[in-house]
């Protein structure tokens, strides 16, 4: 089992920056991929970054390149995103989750397992 909790939510201006961080705990990370993913309201759940555990390779979405950058401290099972440049529609729950698979996976489905969430919201 892996348990995963998300922190660093909040309420930014447009143009401000956060950092979200997801603690992950249980089963060894090596062969891990993990992810972020956003859920606005009225919208489906969306892939936002993703991260391999082992060798750090990553992808973004096009919405966020250039602005957030995903990375992962492996002595402390922590993955973060770095939020910059936000804008409105950055707005949304945010969620960590994890997968095993040899590349970073874009898909909701794909996922088994997911942290409770944490609230962004980036005020106009």
């Known amino acids: 089992q892996v348990q995963l909790v998300e922190s660093g939510g909040g309420l930014v201006q447009a143009g401000g920056s956060l950092r979200l961080s997801c603690a992950a705990s249980g089963r060894t990370f090596s062969s891990y991929i993990m992810g972020w993913f956003r859920q606005a309201p009225g919208k489906e759940r969306e892939f936002v970054a993703g991260?391999?555990?082992?060798?750090?390779?990553?992808r973004y979405a096009d919405s966020v390149k250039g602005r957030f950058t995903i990375s992962r401290d492996n002595a402390k099972k922590t993955v973060y995103l770095q939020m910059n440049s936000l804008k409105p529609e950055d707005t949304a729950v945010y969620y960590c989750a994890a997968t095993v698979s040899p590349a970073v996976l874009t898909s909701v489905n794909e996922y088994g397992y997911w942290g409770q969430g944490t609230q962004v919201t980036v005020s106009s």
């Open positions: 991260i391999r555990w082992f060798g750090g390779s990553t």
